[in-house]
T-cell receptor, first 115, second 111 residues
Framework: DTGVSQDPRHKITKRGQNVTFRCDPI?????LYWYRQTLGQGPEFLTY????????KSRLLSDRFSAERPKGSFSTLEIQRTEQGDSAMYLC?????????????FGPGTRLLVL | GQQVMQIPQYQHVQEGEDFTTYCNSS?????IQWYKQRPGGHPVFLIQ?????EVKKQKRLTFQFGEAKKNSSLHITATQTTDVGTYFC???????????FGEGTQLTVNP
């Protein structure tokens, strides 16, 4: 499978714990995006990278959230001191900036439940 | 900031009936993308519209991009049960940048 992959697919944690999610983009894609989706809503943008550079962060990305893409390939999204309001599906998408239609292709998401 | 509004929020149809969802952006877009999300799934890319007034067809699905590049629509002819899901439009102000999604239209099809 050469699509976007995310790990883990599901995560249950207790309030106050830290969690980290991983995203592996489509191999030739140099842009990587993180979105958050709550039930009944459309995905909301969090941040995106071109190669290893983080180009934009949403106001939704509080100080408890940090994203990295150290080698310009996979990315991690860490949430520190989780709160119940962080419960959502975290989606990763990737696109090619250098060629093609720049369409964003989404991974299966990580569903987070904070108890 | 940019907002994308989508109506209706829900649509229930009998199999064989047509379905349309409408999308409107508060700002002029570089392009608009449409996605379908099945229950429990993730958004799956359907199509991208770039040109003013563009119309694209995929079998029973017809996508339009408005002349002012601020609105778009998706029309499904003769719905089938396999069309069930939530359809999202997502606009980009600048190509390659963040997508701003509408709230989605949840389609249910009664057999």
């Amino acid at each position: 499978d050469t699509g976007v992959s995310q790990d883990p697919r599901h995560k249950i944690t207790k309030r106050g714990q830290n969690v980290t999610f991983r995203c592996d983009p489509i191999s030739e894609h140099n842009r990587l995006y993180w979105y958050r989706q709550t039930l009944g809503q459309g995905p909301e943008f969090l941040t995106y990278f071109q190669n290893e550079a983080q180009l934009e962060k949403s106001r939704l990305l509080s100080d408890r959230f940090s994203a990295e893409r150290p080698k310009g390939s996979f990315s991690t999204l860490e949430i520190q001191r989780t709160e119940q309001g962080d419960s959502a599906m975290y989606l990763c998408a990737s696109s090619s900036w250098t060629s093609g239609s720049k369409t964003q292709y989404f991974g299966p998401g990580t569903r987070l439940l904070v108890l | 900031g940019q907002q994308v509004m989508q109506i209706p929020q829900y649509q229930h149809v009998q199999e064989g009936e047509d379905f349309t969802t409408y999308c409107n952006s508060s700002t002029t877009l570089s392009n608009i993308q449409w996605y379908k999300q099945r229950p429990g799934g993730h958004p799956v890319f359907l199509i991208q519209l770039v040109k003013s007034g563009e119309v694209k067809k995929q079998k029973r699905l017809t996508f339009q991009f408005g002349e002012a590049k601020k609105n778009s629509s998706l029309h499904i002819t003769a719905t089938q049960t396999t069309d069930v899901g939530t359809y999202f439009c997502a606009g980009q102000e600048t190509s390659g940048s963040r997508l701003t999604f509408g709230e989605g239209t949840q389609l249910t099809v009664n057999p």
